[in-house]
């Protein structure tokens, strides 16, 4: 490579960029910055005109990060020690967080903001004994059906039991018509395959999350049932590429029903016909024997660690603030985001809401996954295993011993770390 | 010249090639270096937070790769984008060369600005308009498809038809580059050669073939080996218009590299797939300079 006169001139032109780098050294000593994704940082300038922030405390500014972008940003931030002072989180990134020791654990004088909340949500949080973060919003995934072919089929609803559930869905298969199916498992999507997992009662992992515990019958049973559904033709074995258009399979009867969250009920009402605004509902998850469970999500404010004391007592204020009553349910207003304490669902009166009704009942059964930071590796490679064992490839005993295998090749170095004791 | 002036001379060279010499030394080899080293090693989130959470793991890195099935996938995918990308875009830019070379075409410089124009604008903000004119209902190509009746194409979604729509966004957005080298090789083309053959009676296809190719052998090398090497580095434009989607058949090699290395902070693994990389283009780029000396166009 050799300087051209190109380059020499880019060269010249970013020169006043120098003067910048200075810049990246003090970061807003002064202030307290923000970042916040999606519809939630959108929506935040307006929130924080409401939570009475005290004239002399340090001002706050809002930096949107895309999702898409947002987990890269953080792991950057650390690295280069430019991370905020407070941020918006997604849950199942907590443990990884955690573990690089980027954030703070919740202090002892914020630790009420943690009551009043889903139990499942605050244990996804709670690692080593400590809690990391303060759930913001929550969501979960349960199923969306087509109530008037359930209703056809002779049901108000979906059975909450396996065993019924599997005998409602071909009924509906029936009454669909051929060519259609009764449910969607979308073949390159693990969350269908942990709901299953978790209603079952399978654990994942062993040893302190250092070892795959795929080969338990809990969820061994789980991978049967989840192959079964496919072996008897209920669902088609396709991946969501392949699905044009959610909305319009939905609606012509494809298929009747699809395990999805919270965002689903607006997408529903705005792409569903009118005619079948009628035609949907939603239900908790079956299990083996009554209600199963799911993973609960969302997002959790967190403060970044490494800071000075003032700092961060300011940042747990603002943290508290938009925990308030209050702020919550001005947050659902503004975003439709499902509030995170109890006695907002209440206030904002969604027992009322028929669709979003189930989604508490939901949460009050849901169970935290394995908090590991290779997590979504492992359910990645799980659900590449689940994909081949629905095409032939592997029987249920062999997916359960390929998936303990790849597992534990991802856990070696977690291993590690347990074993010199430097592991979260 | 004395011994001593040449002495001097070689000083005097070295004396001004040294700032370039060192900003080489110092922003390309030593990375280079540091980064095979840190592909033998187990570089990752563990490690971000503390240094002694490093371990040197040989080849390990390397064996892994070879079972990852995605890297294979990224790796075919940056193979065939080499494969059709790189003759594609050589043809669509000798030919604009071509264009704006010829005599008889009137407003020459405004010819020349307008195609160059595409490869000097941003390319998220040229992404944007792209993904617009690629749009399944509303896109100005499926439109102009449809007039010859060809039923419209998801071109950002569909596994089949996301590659080559990112090679016709590539091909328009750097055939301006190419075109500059290409018309600079064809103005230095004797007239007189072109003029004689046009009297011994060839046609135009025979005048390029025997003519006008052999003349530009050497920048027809450059701009392909340049290409070949572009070709292989795709990375923003699949990152800004599909994120290596619809199920990942716009994942390149670049790609795979950076989610392996910044999202999933795996620098280790990272750090093999870019030396790979390297070792891929340096393969490819010999295999061309020897095809390129046989033929004798060096």
Redesign the interface.
């Known amino acids: 490579m050799q300087l051209t006169r190109r380059q020499m001139t880019g060269a010249l032109a970013a020169a006043p960029l120098l003067s910048m780098l200075g810049a990246c050294g003090g970061r807003g000593d002064s202030g307290l910055t923000v970042w916040a994704m999606g519809n939630e940082a959108a929506s935040l300038p307006d929130l924080l005109k409401d939570i009475d922030w005290p004239k002399g405390a340090p001002p706050i500014s809002v930096q949107p990060l895309p999702w898409t972008a947002a987990h890269e940003k953080l792991l950057t931030g650390f690295a280069g020690g430019s991370l905020p002072s407070v941020g918006q989180v997604g849950n199942s990134w907590i443990a990884e967080l955690a573990a690089i020791g980027a954030i703070m654990p919740v202090p002892a004088h914020a630790i009420a903001l943690l009551r009043d909340q889903f139990g499942a949500v605050t244990d996804t949080n709670r690692i080593a004994g400590r809690s990391w973060g303060v759930p913001w919003y929550v969501d979960t995934r349960l199923q969306f059906y087509r109530k008037d072919l359930f209703a056809r089929a002779g049901y108000a609803a979906p059975p909450a039991d396996w065993a019924g559930w599997k005998v409602a869905l071909h009924k509906v298969k029936k009454i669909a018509g051929d060519g259609n199916f009764a449910l969607l498992y979308p073949l390159n999507e693990y969350e269908q395959l942990t709901t299953l997992a978790l209603s079952s009662g399978a654990r994942m992992l062993r040893d302190e999350g250092g070892r795959g515990a795929f080969s338990d019958p809990e969820f061994k049973a789980a991978l049967a049932f989840y192959k079964s559904i496919f072996d008897e033709g209920l669902a088609p074995r396709v991946s969501m590429a392949q699905i044009a258009n959610v909305w319009t399979e939905f609606g012509r009867g494809y298929f009747s029903l699809l395990l999805s969250g919270p965002w689903t009920i607006g997408d529903m009402k705005s792409r569903l016909a009118p005619e079948l605004q009628a035609a949907w509902a939603t239900a908790p998850n079956p299990g083996p024997d009554g209600i199963g469970s799911a993973a609960p999500g969302g997002s959790s404010l967190v403060v970044f660690a490494g800071r000075a004391h003032s700092d961060s007592d300011a940042a747990w204020d603002l943290v508290s603030r938009l925990m308030a009553p209050g702020a919550q349910l001005a947050l659902h207003r503004a975003t439709g985001d499902l509030p995170a304490r109890r006695s907002v669902w209440d206030a904002a009166g969604l027992a009322s809401d028929p669709a979003v009704a189930p989604f508490r009942t939901q949460l009050e059964h849901a169970t935290a996954l394995p908090k590991v930071p290779e997590w979504e590796r492992i359910v990645t490679e799980m659900q590449i295993v689940a994909e081949r064992m629905v095409l032939g490839q592997y029987s249920i005993d062999e997916a359960a011993k390929e998936i303990d295998a790849r597992a534990d090749r991802l856990l070696e170095k977690r291993r590690w770390m347990l074993d010199k004791g430097r592991a979260l | 010249m004395s011994a001593m002036g040449r002495t001097n001379e070689a000083r005097a060279g070295w004396a001004m090639s040294s700032p370039?010499l060192a900003?080489?030394l110092l922003f390309?080899v030593l990375p280079a270096l540091a980064s095979l080293v840190l592909s033998f090693t187990?570089f990752?989130?563990?490690a971000?937070?503390?240094i002694g959470?490093l371990?040197f793991v040989g080849f390990q890195n390397y064996e892994r790769l070879t079972q990852n099935?995605l890297f294979w996938k990224a790796m075919t995918n940056t193979l065939l984008f080499v494969a059709v990308g790189t003759p594609f875009i050589v043809a669509l830019s000798l030919s604009a060369a071509m264009l704006v070379n010829s005599r008889w075409l009137k407003w020459r410089p405004v010819w020349r600005v307008a195609l160059f124009a595409p490869y000097v604008t941003t390319l998220v903000a040229t992404a944007v308009v792209w993904r617009y004119l690629l749009h399944t209902r509303y896109g100005l190509l499926n439109y102009l498809l449809s007039v010859f009746g060809v039923p419209p194409i998801?071109w950002l979604?569909?596994?089949n038809a996301s590659l080559p729509a990112i090679l016709i966004f590539v091909g328009w957005k750097t055939f301006g580059y190419n075109m500059i080298i290409f018309l600079a090789a064809l103005q230095t083309v004797p007239r007189e050669l072109d003029e004689a053959a046009r009297i011994d009676g060839a046609g135009w296809f025979a005048r390029l073939r025997h003519v006008v190719l052999p003349a530009i052998g050497p920048t027809l090398l450059l701009v392909s080996v340049l290409t070949v090497a572009g070709m292989f580095q795709l990375f923003a434009e699949p990152y800004v218009m599909t994120?290596g989607?619809?199920?990942q058949s716009t994942v390149t090699i670049l790609y795979f590299m950076y989610e392996e290395g910044?999202?999933?902070?795996n620098l280790g693994s990272g750090a093999a797939v870019a030396f790979l990389l390297f070792l891929c283009i340096l393969a490819v780029t010999l295999v061309q300079l020897r095809l390129a000396k046989r033929s004798g166009a060096i």
């Open positions: 370039a900003a080489i390309f187990d990752d989130i563990y971000l937070a503390d959470n371990r099935p998801d979604g569909s596994p994120q989607g619809p199920a910044f999202k999933w902070w």
